[in-house]
């Protein structure tokens, strides 16, 4: 991952939660996939593995994350260790796990960084892995209105790709719907929340007060990432009316 990316960035500072709805939409998600003891569990892009620690706790048959950045999938595989706990090292497009074996597999925050074709072969993965029936959840960004002018969509994407460092491709909730149905897909629910990453508020909700803190100390300490992030909540900030959170809790046929 390039140093300039704004998920490196933060997480370099400290920030432990970098998912654009915050802590509790990745609550909802998880309430929404109903995970269980009796569940075969896939991560894509479990990251930092704040969402991987919430999972564990629900006790899953079996866990395996698969993260593609080869520094956080060692940092990973320090701490999630144990019977039927794993993480690959790898590309969530094409996961070593057998086909119809998932009872539950979700990702958050990664399918906004790729283009819409690629978006299409990670869900057709999600789907390959999962069991019939089996729940498929996603929490990424999401463009609003729901009928923006294309020129308008093709501004902000480029706007966000160009300060953030990386290729992020949001969708609005119509066209999230309809990449996840068309991979076979049925929706069971779906959530929404404005995208506040870099508020004050989010942050000490997310984080706790100790861990706000700590990050706020560690921006104050590093020139070059204080200015990243400021220019990054600058952004966030002129696209508050075009960008939100989403959530998605799909059933596979």
């Known amino acids: 991952m390039n140093e300039d990316q704004w998920p490196w960035v933060l997480s370099k500072v400290g920030k432990k939660i970098l998912r654009p709805g915050g802590r509790e939409l990745t609550t909802q998600l998880l309430e929404g996939l109903h995970i269980t003891s009796n569940d075969h569990v896939v991560e894509f892009a479990p990251g930092m593995g704040f969402t991987a ?35 690959i090292v790898g590309n969530a497009s094409h996961a070593d796990i057998e086909s119809s074996s998932g009872d539950k597999v979700f990702g958050e925050a990664m399918l906004t960084m790729h283009a819409d074709s690629r978006k299409s072969v990670i869900i057709h993965e999600a789907h390959r892995i999962l069991k019939g029936g089996g729940l498929y959840g996603i929490h ?43 991979e076979g897909f049925r929706i069971r629910n779906l959530w929404t929340r404005p995208m506040l990453l870099l508020e004050p508020s989010r942050i000490i909700r997310d984080e706790g007060i100790f861990n706000t803190l700590t990050t706020v100390y560690n921006v104050i300490r590093r020139p070059k990432a204080r200015k990243k992030i400021l220019e990054m909540r600058k952004l966030f900030q002129s696209h508050r009316n075009e960008i939100k959170a989403i959530a998605v809790v799909a059933e596979k046929i």
């Open 140 to 182: 990424e960004l999401c463009l609003v209105p729901d009928d923006m002018d294309p020129k308008d969509k093709v501004a902000i994407q480029k706007d966000l790709a160009k300060h953030t460092q990386v290729n992020t491709r949001p969708l609005t909730q119509s066209e999230w719907v309809a990449l996840i149905e068309k």
């Open 53 to 87: 620690m919430q999972v564990l706790k629900k006790h899953p048959k079996s866990y395996t994350g698969i993260e593609i950045n080869e520094e956080a999938g060692k940092n990973l595989q320090e701490i999630i260790r144990g019977e039927n706990k794993r993480i």
